[in-house]
């Protein structure tokens, strides 16, 4: 809401605040000032002057020779603006005027003629193009008769006007008018306003004799009322109103539009003028509309209607869209007579619903969707037909004929001064909260503590206890509220286990040297399904998708981390930063449903990406790129931390390299996968050699055992023992160190492989793993012949499941 | 002899001086002290000697074996260290040559200020609670007194699923969910941090998806004064002692009432300049007592109990406190961004 301070003025003297002062004050008390502005650049010098003649420069076709009388004198002046002519009042800068960007005006020859000053454009005296009439757009503004040669052009033309701009929460529509910014700064500076009462000289004619209202939807439309103006004259709205609606941002139009603007300005509330003649009928019928009905809008969009719209008619025809905009049919025009002035109470949801639909947001439906004052309907009819009589030389018609079933009565509201002081923490007396009750202008009575106030209809926000309190606090102060802290029983507070292992994952993911990443959880739809682990896929029927979406790269819901962190990778790639390890915990969504109707499991993933070089040393020769087994000691690294056994099966996944991807278990089920990507995906992301891994941390989470007690050191020394096997190059190392552990049991605690050969030294498709072999009794030391007895077991049982030869 | 054995002994002395080798030394033990050296052979030759004389001599042979051994071993364990000396030396290195690097990650900016202000808030005794981003229309909206229909719903819209399910909008239906598993008698004292989404276009100071916290506090008797305690005693630790607050009204369909907080500006100390433009005070967050019709929907008698909640952008303190100028800057992941951040 836009605010001028000159029209505020009128309603409330606030000249004795700077306005800087002013907006701090209601941004304190309740409504929050965005911005204070002058309405133009300053300019200074600029009078009316009224054309004496004006003729053709005799040197230039384009240009006009004339002489202006400026009340002190008449000066001559050059003037190029085609719409200039003779007897007109316009805006002069003599020499020593100023116009905005410091733009002095002096006396100079144009063409060989003498130029005493200026002719001005609203343009050249600072008026945001927009806000400037059709007719002056494109050449000097012209005043109308009425105004006297030297007066301060500026003056008349409110350039001197101070706006400020008010943030206004849904909650105070009724801040949505001057009248009701004038309730809310008399409260706020403790001042006295009321809005003054209409005073319309109406004709003998009864304005029921020419129209009746028949409301068919009550719940939507509680209250119409028709009012009926004859031998209105169309044209320009005196200057004053025009300023104002410039003020607030609307451009002028003609004096029925801009009357009708100014009281949705003033009041709040919004009205519509229909030329009568151009209605078709004498009722005014207001109904929902006919699916598929069909009405062309002023803006000469032809619009389908269904029932959940409103629509003003004929009785026949709909010549409305209630509360969001007129039909073009019934549009005042320059011959329009007689206007049926709309003064409604739609309800506000119905609007709201209208105007989305429609994707029309005016002054008019905001207003109305957001609850316009009950109070203030009818008054508003009276103050614009008041104002069309005075203006637009329009007789008023006896009357309103209106249908009413509105609601406007004051809901009373019960409060305490203990409770207040109770809730709030202060020491309020009942005295000064009486005396914020008389600033609100809400009516009360009192008897010692308690108090029952009526609220006034413009405050349709305040309806129970709590908005009486903070009405009572907004006005008493934030700033003198104590500081105190919660006097109720304390809890511990703290993280669940869930949360600490979180925090140890990341901690552990850092400390690993991998960056902690945070990416968008909608993607498109092609990268929703990409990577997704084996269970995740499993589960979920189809990736969740918006109904809405804003854009394709913003539409699914998705079903793996992975892709995201691969665009996080390429985004750096092509930056030239080729050294990139990233890790992110984030959630996953998946339903279970192809069209979904329950919320989706989110599940929480521990995923990386790592691409480029791992370790660079380079004086001392040593450099590593990313390699599966990189990624692989991170895995094993966090199954070490959460003492949690995984293994690896070799797997194929789209997108993953075919032979170099496993599928991560634990507990007998697949968490995740590992592996690089397949570097046609590689390629298509930019990125060189790349590689994954993605984990269930929702499961890992589960299957987590906080240690509870403290287990020995072994006192008893171990025995270490190599062997070398010679297997067929297919066979994994973890299969044989699976058998290694089964047959060594209980003594073998620990399996390591410490050499992988394949070479010259061995035939064709055959390889050599060599494993390290700790053996161990926690009771007791070990015998040499217990150690062999078991080495040879194991001996044997790799001979017979894996072909497994010792190496000579 | 006496003379002998003297003469022998200032000779191998001298000798063990001016041996400036390990090998040298060892020749001169070998000379004087071997079997076949000239001590040895004083000694052979003591038989010619007389009964008293015999261990006058004796004795001296001895100390003077015994001088010429702790000569020899003085010297050698000077010769050792002198050695050892030169090749300690010859294996210095250039200490300035850059160390084998250790690869170290770190966590992303809106984490560090999101575990910040958790810990803060656990410190004064509060949950931290999650819940779900796809979220129910009735938590999202209705059970925080915002019914279909309200006009309020407009400043937050929204990416639904269906018509029932949404991306949340905000973190509170955490609180709405957590009040409900409290039958309407127990005290609620908890923060949610989470992801939320809203129907924006991604630009410098917009994004689709960004981070919340809310907190909350239910129990009986709880005053305004005590939700300013408590978010002057939070302003104070996260942006620094020097601070203050200030509460403006303002308006959230679940709180009643409801205010906004600023905290002076740090860079102009209040005075007013550029980044809190002109004012003094920049804009943290938004809080109130919350509203009877959230309670009662959660199943407390808002007779008894009351509250306060507060709800607060950690992308907009980071970017208030480290001067981050585009909120894309936290979910595109450009490493340099990330890196910057790890002390934070």
New interface residues.
């Given amino acids: 809401m836009l605010v001028s301070l000159n029209w505020l003025n009128d309603y409330i003297n606030v000249r004795d605040y700077e306005p800087d002062e002013l907006a701090?004050i209601i941004?304190?008390?309740?409504?929050?000032v965005e911005s204070v502005e002058p309405v133009a650049e300053k300019a200074t010098g600029v009078v009316v002057g009224h054309v004496v003649s004006c003729e053709q420069h005799p040197n230039a076709d384009k240009l006009s020779l004339c002489q202006i009388d400026v009340g002190e004198g008449v000066l001559q002046i050059v003037c190029g603006a085609p719409n200039i002519a003779e007897g007109q009042k316009v805006a002069v800068a003599a020499p020593g005027a100023v116009l905005p960007g410091n733009f002095k005006i002096k006396k100079t020859k144009l063409r060989g003629e003498e130029s005493n000053g200026m002719v001005c454009s609203l343009q050249e005296l600072g008026v945001d193009e927009k806000d400037v009439p059709k007719e002056y757009q494109d050449g000097i503004y012209v005043f109308p008769e009425d105004v006297q040669a030297g007066d301060d052009a500026i003056s008349l033309l409110n350039l001197d006007d101070i706006i400020i701009e008010l943030g206004l929460?849904?909650?105070?529509a009724d801040c949505l008018s001057m009248a009701g910014v004038a309730y809310e700064v008399a409260a706020a500076l403790g001042r006295e306003y009321e809005l003054i009462a209409e005073k319309v000289e109406e004709g003998s004619e009864k304005a029921e004799s020419l129209v009746s209202v028949e409301v068919e939807d009550p719940e939507a439309n509680p209250y119409y009322g028709a009012f009926i103006l004859k031998d209105v004259t169309v044209g320009p709205s005196p200057l004053w109103i025009q300023n104002r609606l410039t003020a607030a941002g609307i451009r002028p139009i003609n004096n029925v539009v801009d009357i009708t603007n100014y009281v949705l300005l003033e009041y709040g509330q919004p009205l519509h003028a229909f030329d009568f003649d151009r209605f078709g009928s004498d009722k005014v019928v207001t109904r929902r509309a006919r699916d598929g009905e069909k009405i062309t809008t002023l803006d000469d969009q032809e619009r389908v209607l269904t029932r959940d719209h409103l629509v003003i008619t004929n009785g026949d025809k709909a010549h409305a869209i209630a509360g969001v905009m007129g039909g073009a049919e019934s549009e005042v025009q320059e011959d329009t007579n007689t206007i049926l002035l709309e003064a409604a109470y739609f309800n506000?949801?119905n609007v709201?619903?209208s105007a989305k639909d429609h994707g029309l947001r005016s002054e008019a439906s905001t207003r109305f969707?957001?609850g316009v004052d009950p109070g203030r309907v009818e008054r508003a009819g009276l103050r614009a037909s008041e104002l069309l009589r005075e203006y637009a030389g329009a007789t008023v018609l006896q009357g309103v004929v209106s249908y009413d079933q509105l609601d406007r009565s004051e809901k009373t509201i019960d409060v305490n001064t203990t409770k207040i002081n109770?809730?709030?923490?202060?020491e309020i007396t009942r005295e000064e909260i009486a005396s914020i009750l008389e600033r609100l202008q809400f009516p009360y009575e009192q008897s010692d503590e308690d108090f029952t106030i009526s609220i006034p209809t413009r405050r349709g926000d305040v309806e129970?206890?709590?908005?009486v309190?903070?009405e009572v606090?907004?006005i008493y102060g934030?700033?003198n509220?104590?500081?105190?802290?919660?006097?109720?029983?304390?809890?511990?507070?703290?993280?669940?286990l869930e949360?600490q292992l979180k925090?140890r994952v990341?901690a552990y993911?850092?400390?690993?040297?991998?960056?902690?990443?945070?990416?968008?959880?909608?993607t498109s739809e092609k990268q929703s399904t990409m990577l997704v682990s084996k269970e995740v896929a499993q589960q979920a029927a189809a990736p969740?998708?918006?109904?809405?979406?804003?854009s394709e790269d913003?539409s699914h819901?998705r079903l793996s981390v992975v892709p995201e962190l691969l665009q996080?990778l390429a985004?750096?790639v092509a930056?030239k930063?080729h050294n990139?390890?990233?890790?992110e915990l984030g959630?996953v969504?998946i339903s279970e449903e192809s069209e979904?109707?329950k919320?989706?499991h989110?599940m929480l993933r521990a995923s990386g990406a790592l691409t480029g070089e791992?370790?660079?040393?380079p004086?001392?020769q040593?450099k590593k790129s990313v390699d599966f087994f990189v990624v692989k000691g991170i895995v094993e690294g966090l199954s070490d931390l959460l003492d949690i056994p995984m293994t690896f099966e070799k797997a194929k996944i789209e997108g993953m390299h075919p032979g170099r991807t496993a599928n991560i278990m634990a507990d007998g089920k697949i968490i995740g996968f590992i592996g690089q990507v397949h570097p046609k995906l590689q390629k298509e992301w930019g990125l060189k050699e790349t590689y994954v891994f993605d984990l269930n941390a929702e499961k890992l989470f589960e299957l987590y055992e906080k240690e509870e007690a403290f287990e020995a050191i072994p006192r008893f020394p171990s025995v270490s023992r190599d062997i070398a096997l010679v297997v067929d190059e297919d066979v994994s190392a973890g299969d044989i160190k699976e058998t290694i552990l089964e047959a060594g049991s209980p003594l073998v605690k620990q399996v390591l492989v410490f050499d992988l050969y394949q070479g010259e030294h061995l035939s064709a498709g055959k390889k050599s793993l060599a494993y390290n072999l700790l053996y161990l009794d926690p009771e007791r030391t070990l015998k040499d012949e217990e150690v062999e007895s078991a080495h040879e077991n194991i001996l044997q049982s790799v001979k017979e499941r894996h072909a497994a030869e010792l190496r000579g | 002899m006496k003379e002998r054995l003297q003469e022998l002994k200032e000779e191998a002395l001298r000798k063990v001086d001016a041996a400036d080798g390990i090998q040298q030394l060892k020749d001169v033990r070998v000379e004087y002290l071997g079997k076949k050296g000239p001590i040895t052979e004083v000694l052979r030759g003591m038989g010619k000697l007389s009964k008293e004389e015999r261990p006058v001599i004796g004795q001296l042979a001895n100390e003077v074996r015994e001088d010429i051994a702790q000569a020899i071993e003085v010297k050698q364990t000077g010769l050792e260290e002198a050695a050892l000396e030169e090749q300690l030396e010859a294996e210095s290195l250039d200490v300035t040559l850059p160390g084998r690097p250790v690869q170290v990650g770190g966590p992303h900016l809106l984490t560090s200020i999101v575990e910040e202000i958790e810990d803060l808030f656990i410190g004064m005794g509060f949950e931290i609670k999650e819940g779900p981003e796809v979220e129910s229309d009735y938590y999202n909206f209705e059970a925080l007194n915002l019914p279909k229909g309200h006009p309020a719903r407009d400043m937050q819209d929204s990416f639904y699923v269906t018509e029932e399910l949404l991306m949340r909008t905000h973190t509170s239906p955490v609180q709405a969910r957590t009040m409900g598993l409290k039958n309407g008698s127990e005290p609620v004292k908890m923060i949610c941090p989470g992801k939320v989404y809203r129907r924006d276009t991604d630009d410098a100071t917009h994004s689709h998806q960004f981070t919340q916290i809310e907190g909350l506090l239910v129990d009986k008797d709880v005053r305004m004064s005590d939700l300013k305690g408590v978010l002057n005693a939070f302003a104070k630790q996260m942006f620094g002692a020097e601070r203050d607050i200030r509460l403006r009204p303002s308006f959230f369909p679940f709180t009643e009432p409801s205010v906004e907080m600023d905290i002076s500006c740090k860079v102009c100390g209040g005075a007013g300049c550029s980044v809190c433009k002109g004012t003094g005070w920049i804009e943290i967050l938004g809080a109130g007592m919350v509203h009877p019709n959230v309670l009662e929907m959660a199943g407390y008698d808002p007779k008894e109990y009351s509250g306060f909640a507060f709800g607060m952008g950690p992308e907009r303190i980071a970017m208030l406190k480290y001067g981050v100028d585009d909120i894309r800057n936290f979910y595109i992941n450009d490493q340099r961004f990330l890196k910057q951040y790890h002390k934070a």
């Fill in positions: 701090e941004t304190k008390t309740g409504i929050e929460t849904p909650n105070r506000p949801a709201r619903q969707e957001k109770n809730r709030l923490g202060t129970r206890f709590e908005d309190l903070e606090a907004r934030y700033d509220l104590p500081y105190t802290l919660p006097s109720g029983a304390s809890q511990a507070g703290g993280l669940s949360q925090r990341k993911f850092e400390g690993a040297g991998l960056d902690e990443t945070i990416t968008y959880s909608l969740v998708k918006l109904a809405m979406p804003m913003h819901l996080s985004y750096n930056r930063q990139i390890a990233y890790y959630t969504f979904v109707t919320q989706p989110e791992w370790l660079s040393h004086w001392q040593e």
